[in-house]
């Protein structure tokens, strides 16, 4: 079975202040898919980032950037000189592939609420 | 804008008054998804359909339906709202080529707040 765990059920910041969300995932697969999701207060789930399990590299896109780590399991995403706007839910996620996975099931983590101060 | 949109954004009803929620999208995806999801909590899938072909989460209660007309279309459907499903209700899409396809990305709509008095 599938589990995706985030530790940090909450940080707070000071505007500009760098942020770093982990998340740490078990599957027992092969291949799966790893995702990040943006909740606002508004609830909305926004799609972040989708990252497959043969592609280690890191990924930057403008003040966010994520650290995959097959070895650890690992896939934090990092904020970079936060703003107020950021302050939302940030769920990580896990998806298999595979013909058990018709209709790409998401697993999420229990999701990190960022506060970012003024 | 290709978009997932839910109507209505905040629905009250009364317990065990039956409610249904709506969700239509534009990007021509093929699977539809519905969550539920509590305060503080993770999103929590309770069905979704793959093209047509319904697939119930196997702990999601009787009390949950849905249907899906068209392509364009899903609805849930709780027959008897209790207390307890006052919840934010997530419609998702994604689009899967195969039944061994490789996870899309899942497109989610802006949710409806149900409430129970």
Known sequence: AQKVTQAQTEISVVEKEDVTLDCVYETR????????YKQPPSGELVFLIRRNS?????EISGRYSWNFQK???????????????DSAVYFCALSEAGPEAAGNKLTFGG????LVKP | DAMVIQNPRYQVTQFGKPVTLSCSQTLNHNVMYWYQQKSSQAPKLLF????KDFNNEADTP????SRR???????????SPGLGDAAMYLCATSRQIGLAGA???????????LTVL
Do not use: K
Not at chain 1, 71 to 85: E, K, P, R
Not at chain 2, 103 to 113: A, E, L, S
């Open chain 2, 62 to 65: 009787d009390n949950f339906q």
């Open chain 2, 48 to 51: 979704h359909y793959y093209d």
């Open chain 1, 111 to 114: 999701g990190t609420r960022v």
């Open chain 1, 54 to 58: 043969f592609d280690e590299q890191n």
């Open chain 2, 69 to 79: 007309p068209n392509t364009s279309f899903c609805f849930l459907d709780i027959r």
């Open chain 1, 29 to 36: 697969d092969t291949t799966y898919y790893l995702f990040w």
């Open chain 2, 103 to 113: 996870p899309d990305t899942q497109y989610f709509g802006p949710g409806t707040r």
């Open chain 1, 71 to 85: 070895s650890t399991s690992s896939f934090n995403f990092t904020i970079t000189a936060s703003q107020v706007v």
